[in-house]
């Protein structure tokens, strides 16, 4: 009469009905992360990129107004011979050569500015790009975070709040690439 027996469900611990709970937030933390992750990589990716191809067209930019610049200072040398040539006694022998490459070189000075607005304009809109990048990048690190906090502090709603935070940054991810804001 002494000994007492326990139902099985008395011998059950509280923390043994709580652990498939908590495995549940953990794998769904996990899944959600390591795929946050992997958007984030790409995000960071494209940006350095994006920022690359700035760069390099900002570049392109400067040399063309560069060549802009020469062509400009050579029209200018030519037009002042032109004229003191014409000063002289006796005139400039045949200036018509002369006048036309100062026109030709007129042209080149010009088409050279016009390749180096279009360069600028690559620069603008590659940085544009990088901009929708970093942002995304942002995002999805801060929604890492929250993932993170999730899984430490067995909190769903921290979950589900990195979740909303990580699909924000993966449309700014897709707006990265599609550049529609």
Same mark, same amino acid.
């Given at each position: 009469?002494?000994?007492?027996?326990?139902?099985?469900?008395?011998?059950?611990?509280?923390?043994?009905?709580?652990? #498939?709970? /908590?495995?549940?937030?953990?794998?769904?933390?996990?899944?959600?992360?390591?795929?946050?992750?992997?958007? %984030?990589?790409?995000?960071?990716?494209?940006?350095?990129?994006?920022?690359?191809? +700035? !760069?390099?067209?900002?570049?392109?930019?400067?040399?063309?107004?560069?060549?802009?610049?020469?062509?400009?200072?050579?029209?200018? &040398?030519?037009? !002042?011979?032109?004229?003191?040539?014409?000063? &002289?006694?006796?005139?400039? #022998?045949?200036?018509? #050569?002369?006048? &036309?490459?100062?026109?030709?070189?007129?042209?080149? %000075?010009?088409?050279?500015?016009?390749?180096?607005?279009?360069?600028?304009?690559? +620069? *603008?809109?590659?940085? +544009? /790009?990088?901009?929708?990048? *970093?942002? %995304?990048?942002?995002?999805?690190? !801060? =929604? !890492?975070?929250?993932?993170?906090? *999730? =899984?430490?502090?067995?909190?769903? %709603?921290?979950?589900?709040?990195?979740? &909303?935070?990580?699909?924000?940054? +993966? *449309?700014?991810? =897709?707006?990265?690439?599609?550049?529609?804001?």
């Amino acid at each position: 009469m002494g000994r007492e027996t326990l139902e099985p469900h008395e011998l059950v611990e509280q923390e043994d009905l709580e652990r #498939p709970r /908590r495995r549940g937030l953990s794998t769904r933390v996990a899944v959600t992360a390591a795929l946050l992750a992997v958007l %984030a990589s790409i995000s960071a990716l494209e940006a350095e990129h994006s920022a690359a191809e +700035a !760069i390099l067209a900002k570049n392109d930019a400067v040399l063309w107004q560069s060549r802009a610049s020469d062509e400009w200072a050579y029209r200018q &040398a030519k037009s !002042i011979k032109l004229h003191l040539q014409e000063l &002289a006694p006796g005139g400039a #022998p045949d200036p018509e #050569p002369q006048r &036309a490459e100062i026109a030709a070189s007129e042209s080149r %000075a010009q088409a050279d500015e016009e390749e180096r607005d279009r360069a600028n304009q690559e +620069a *603008a809109e590659h940085f +544009a /790009r990088h901009h929708r990048f *970093a942002v %995304a990048t942002s995002l999805l690190q !801060i =929604a !890492i975070v929250l993932e993170t906090v *999730a =899984a430490v502090l067995d909190r769903t %709603a921290v979950w589900w709040g990195g979740l &909303a935070v990580g699909a924000v940054g +993966a *449309a700014a991810l =897709a707006n990265g690439f599609l550049g529609f804001l």
